[in-house]
């Protein structure tokens, strides 16, 4: 995960869990700061060690079987109905999405201005237009109202943004695109387990679906992404370009009984597949993605409750029949308090506490602000919520007395 630097913003961004790690006969302590609260923290555990020990000592260490393992168990999180692609980042995965729903020279594409910039980056990289939309007051999801308001004949295509965790209306999505003749790509890489109107986000009727297991994110591989999809010829050409546009991967060739080293390049593809080493983690994170929700969503609600009082705008809970992933606890500071975003950051990292800002929206962007010309009055929402935010620690296993060290810090600096 990216975020803005400031000054006084914490380099305890993702410390590493306090984990002992045997290799022979000498011990390897992890580091950690015991008085830090870290802005995030993945939660690895033995299974994952082991898992990765065992691909190490298999001899095959990139794409093979562990990541066709880690791709049919996503098929099997997801209910079924879908394929899926592993790649080497969430990036990777919206670019060979949108490549394959054919976003090229002449299209716009619908992206919300209150994400991270590899949404819209990979549309540029396709040659195609960024059309930036507002966000929702509260949920901070694509504007549709807006979005309607900006759509133009070479629109080809919405990326709804499923931000924090929070779910999108799915529904509605589906339904302006239907109307306006558009390619629907979700960006789900905050959206482990997430659920809109009672159904996973990955499993609805979108032309894609985009997750990321970043060493933030709600289930990791250190780097890594997944590209779900319903339609066939989607995955059939996401598959082929993850690989350079191969017919067949080095799996395919070298390990299986009998097979043949040749091979045919059917397009000028890409290099983003994802390893086996990387995926024997996620095969493990994946297993425990409800627990490992259900750990942040107890803190979130512990926030909630804590901060009920202070002059800060908390997080919109998840909606009915829907489910929150609390990949981060965003608030945002009230004009009314006596301190700024910036001076709770600076005061919290004076308690060894770490924060992060997401985000800084694209149209404050240098690239984004002079090719299209954006002023904050055009994302009104947005630009409010980016004055006052700043992302509060929440990851997995995160304690109680850590809540409540983060809540009193914030108190004190903002009462």
Not at 228 to 249: E, F, N, Q, S, Y
Not at 368 to 387: L, T
Request: glycine residues 8%.
């Amino acid at each position: 995960m990216q975020n803005v630097q400031t000054n006084a913003l914490h380099s305890d961004f993702c410390q590493p869990t306090n984990l002992k790690i045997s290799s022979g006969a000498k011990a390897i302590q992890a580091p950690t700061e015991i008085s830090s609260i870290p802005c995030f923290r993945p939660l690895i555990g033995e299974k994952e060690i082991e898992a990765v020990t065992a691909v190490l000592r298999s001899g095959w260490l990139t794409t093979g079987a562990k990541a066709r393992e880690f791709e049919q168990s996503f098929v099997d999180f997801m209910g079924g109905d879908v394929e899926a692609i592993a790649v080497n980042s969430a990036t990777a995965g919206l670019h060979l999405a949108a490549e394959a729903c054919g976003i090229g020279p002449g299209d716009e594409v619908l992206v919300p201005t209150l994400t991270f910039t590899a949404t819209a980056s990979v549309i540029r990289h396709l040659g195609a237009e960024v059309v930036l939309v507002d966000v929702e007051e509260g949920t901070l999801c694509i504007d549709l109202e807006q979005a309607a308001r900006r759509l133009t004949p070479r629109c080809k295509a919405i990326i709804p943004v499923h931000f924090a965790g929070y779910p999108c209306d799915m529904a509605k999505v589906l339904d302006f695109a239907r109307r306006h003749g558009l390619r629907v790509i979700e960006d789900a890489a905050h959206a482990l387990p997430t659920r809109s109107d009672g159904r996973l986000i990955g499993s609805w009727e979108s032309d894609a679906t985009v997750f990321s297991f970043y060493a933030s994110k709600p289930i990791t591989t250190g780097e890594g992404g997944m590209v779900v999809t319903r339609d066939p010829k989607i995955a059939a050409r996401a598959r082929t370009m993850r690989t350079h546009g191969l017919d067949r991967d080095a799996f395919d060739r070298f390990r299986k009984v009998g097979a043949s080293w040749s091979y045919d390049v059917v397009a000028p593809g890409f290099k983003c597949n994802l390893t086996d080493v990387a995926a024997a983690v996620g095969v493990v994170q994946l297993s425990r993605a409800g627990a490992l929700q259900a750990s942040r969503q107890r803190a979130a609600e512990r926030y909630f409750e804590k901060l009920a009082d202070l002059p800060v705008e908390c997080p919109t809970p998840a909606p009915p029949r829907g489910l929150h992933a609390w990949h981060m606890f965003p608030i945002r500071v009230h004009e009314t308090a006596s301190a700024n975003r910036d001076m709770l950051i600076a005061g919290l990292a004076a308690e060894h506490i770490g924060t992060s800002v997401h985000y800084r929206p694209l149209h404050e962007m240098t690239y984004w602000r002079e090719r299209y010309g954006c002023k904050p009055d055009d994302f009104p929402v947005a630009s409010r919520y980016f004055a006052g935010a700043v992302t509060l620690p929440l990851f997995p296993g995160m304690t109680n007395d850590e809540v409540d060290r983060v809540v009193d810090a914030t108190r004190n600096i903002l009462e």
